[in-house]
């Protein structure tokens, strides 16, 4: 679903700005928006990388399944 997409990226930018203004360098999260969305990942994982492309932050991404 397109506004979920959109809502996701809204998310993901507020993470960012959180994580660049409290000097965070590593971030560990789950699989966002694939269980309850039902989003497919490899759309989530397009955005999450396109929105910290030019970040200096690692983030591992999980599975809990």
């Known amino acids: 679903d397109r506004s979920s997409l ?3 990226q809204t998310l993901l ?3 960012r700005d959180h994580c ?3 000097n965070i360098r ?3 999260i789950p699989r966002l ?3 309850y969305d039902q989003l ?3 759309f989530v994982k ?3 990388e396109q929105v910290f492309s030019n970040c ?3 983030i591992t991404a999980y599975s809990t399944r």
């Open 40 to 42: 497919e990942w490899l």
């Open 6 to 8: 959109q809502t996701m």
């Open 56 to 58: 200096e932050i690692t």
């Open 13 to 15: 930018e507020a993470l």
């Open 26 to 28: 590593k971030l560990a």
């Open 46 to 48: 397009d955005i999450l």
């Open 33 to 35: 928006g694939t269980g």
């Open 20 to 22: 660049l203004g409290n």
